[in-house]
């Protein structure tokens, strides 16, 4: 029998997932040790997160109305050009699209509102003790609430074009918090290293657009040559990707594989993120 | 009891005229050999310990260090090298506006502030009234922070950073930009909490405040701590020093 790439990551993610719970068993008194400080922080953290949703929704009914609007308007667009010009031939493809669309929008919303957080407070940074991962932790919340508005544009999707719902649906729940758990890793890295190189920003930026024709959102993974495959496995986007259309398109709970493989990506950008941001957060107010 | 242990601190800070803050100017600086890193030393092995229920004054002329070596009790700054460490919980006045934003109004900014503390929204509800009437700021509640004149900013930042008794309470010269009448109510304040045991640090260039409120005193010069000891003394000595 011969071993896919997937075979190998989720070999790799149980290795990871096994030194993650060595980790945190043996650190679970420093753990316990934060815990009092992100307790008394809760209140800044619901306050900022409340705030950002009220500047964006509250303030102006278009904003309720974008997180809708923006899906469905790239969701016709790419319909009417991809779906016709390629002949992809994929069932519901209006959904097929939306679906990894969302997922996409979450993980790059999350990382870019977050890239610039810290260096957005500076002002308050410099003045008062905040514990700085609040920040990033911010903007993940605030991009998690706008993924689940734009859900009410996959709902109109779906009553539209009367596709079938599975009960797998339900399943949504645990891709985001796999995604999430991504995102913040990839947002504590991006907004440390930000402070210290500006121009992160510029070339996240860049990399981001590079990074959705690199996640099989408008073709289906499928369509590439194997070769090309093997390397677009390797992006961690592929699998929330195709767990969120597996619950969503074909109701079938992902294997066994595709969760050990989300939850290893996850896992290794989380600890990276925060061994990273802990060794450099007390440097940051000198580079602001 | 110590509530304030500050051991050998050394702060120092880069001063490259050209700082590299960007990975393209670094690598082709690293690729140079050009990596230069100038260090200025704000603070210079200072020590000093508080103990519960001092009132200590901080002196010293333009950038000796006092904001910083208050911004490192705070918690705000890492010293470079050494420790300070605080026994129980701080409010810090630090600057003008500390934990302000500028575009929402006294309303939003009374509740923002407070989470920044720790407070929840709930206790922030129940004692607004009593910081926005000692602030006098009624008429002004729905006003945008940045049209406030700078003694209405500090008079707010002190309202709500006392309106608990902190144990440690911090304040960098914010007293000396209200008007008379908001100096005698916050010097008022101050010897209430005092009477509850709040240790209070401070740095004034007003050397009657600080004689008249501070139990010790502190000279900072160049970094340096010059001299530590009663209020009198040391302001004594540093209006000596510092006219010589
Ligand atoms: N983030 C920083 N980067 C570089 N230098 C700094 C920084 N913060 C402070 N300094 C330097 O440290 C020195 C001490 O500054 P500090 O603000 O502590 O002075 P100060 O005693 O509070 O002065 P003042 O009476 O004017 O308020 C100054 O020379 C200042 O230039
Ligand atoms: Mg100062």
């Known amino acids: 029998m011969e071993l896919t790439i997937e075979d190998i990551l989720a070999a790799i993610s149980v290795v990871i997932i096994a030194a993650t719970i060595i980790l945190v068993v043996v650190n679970i008194p420093r ?151 991504f995102s913040f890793g990839l947002s504590l890295i991006l907004s440390a290293a930000v402070m210290f190189f500006r121009d992160v920003a510029h070339l996240y930026g860049i990399w981001v657009t590079a990074w959705m024709y690199l996640t099989p959102i408008l073709y289906p993974l499928s369509i590439l040559p194997e070769p090309v495959q093997n390397i677009v496995k390797l992006n961690p986007l592929v699998y929330y990707v195709e767990y969120a259309r597996s619950v969503m398109i074909d109701g079938v709970i992902p294997d066994l594989n595709t969760n050990l493989i989300c939850i290893g990506f996850a896992l290794l950008t989380l600890i990276i993120g925060l061994v990273f941001f802990k060794r450099t957060q007390d440097r940051f107010i000198l580079h602001m | 009891m110590n509530m304030i242990e500050v051991e050998n601190v050394t702060m120092r800070f880069n001063m490259s005229r050209e700082k590299v803050d960007s990975l393209k100017e670094y690598f082709i600086r690293f690729m140079k050999r050009q990596l230069y890193f100038e260090e200025f030393t704000a603070l210079e092995n200072i020590s000093l310990t508080v103990k519960q229920g001092d009132i200590i004054g901080i002196v010293g002329l333009n950038g000796s260090g006092k904001s910083t070596l208050l911004k490192i009790i705070s918690g705000i700054l890492k010293p470079t090298s050494g420790s300070a460490r605080i026994h129980g919980s701080i409010s810090p006045l630090i600057e003008l506006g500390s934990g302000f934003d500028f575009d929402l109004t006294a309303r939003e900014n009374v509740y923002l502030n407070g989470a920044v503390l720790g407070y929840s929204k709930a206790f922030m509800s129940e004692n607004y009234a009593e910081i926005i009437e000692f602030a006098e700021l009624s008429e002004f509640q729905d006003v945008a922070i940045k049209n406030f004149s700078s003694g209405m900013i500090a008079r707010l930042g002190f309202s709500i950073a006392t309106i608990t008794k902190p144990d440690i309470l911090i304040v960098d010269e914010i007293l000396s930009v209200g008007d008379f009448r908001f100096k005698e109510k916050s010097e008022k304040r101050i010897h209430d909490l005092m009477a509850g045991g709040t240790t209070v640090v401070m740095v004034s260039h007003d050397i009657g405040q600080i004689e008249k409120l501070c139990n010790r005193a502190i000279w900072l010069n160049h970094g340096k701590l010059m001299l530590e000891g009663d209020a009198k003394t040391v302001c004594a000595a540093y209006q000596a020093g510092a006219t010589q």
């Open chain 1, 31 to 181: 753990l316990k040790a934060l815990w009092p400080g992100f307790k008394k922080y809760r209140h800044l953290l619901a306050t900022l997160v409340s705030r950002d949703i009220k500047v964006k929704y509250r303030r102006s009914v278009l904003g309720l109305l974008w997180s809708v609007l923006q899906p469905l308007f790239f969701m016709l667009i790419i319909t009417l050009v991809f779906a016709n010009v390629f002949k992809l031939g994929i069932r519901d493809y209006p959904v097929f699209y939306i679906t990894g669309f969302v997922v996409f929008s979450f993980v790059s919303e999350s990382t870019t509102l977050s890239l610039n957080s810290i260096l957005g407070n500076a002002s308050l940074i410099k003045k008062v003790y905040i514990p700085k991962y609040i920040f990033p932790l911010q903007k993940c919340l605030f991009a998690l609430v706008n993924m689940v508005f734009s859900l009410i544009a996959v709902a109109i999707v779906y009553i539209i074009l009367q596709v079938q719902v599975y009960p797998t649906v339900f399943l949504l729940v645990v891709v985001m918090a796999y995604a999430a758990v």
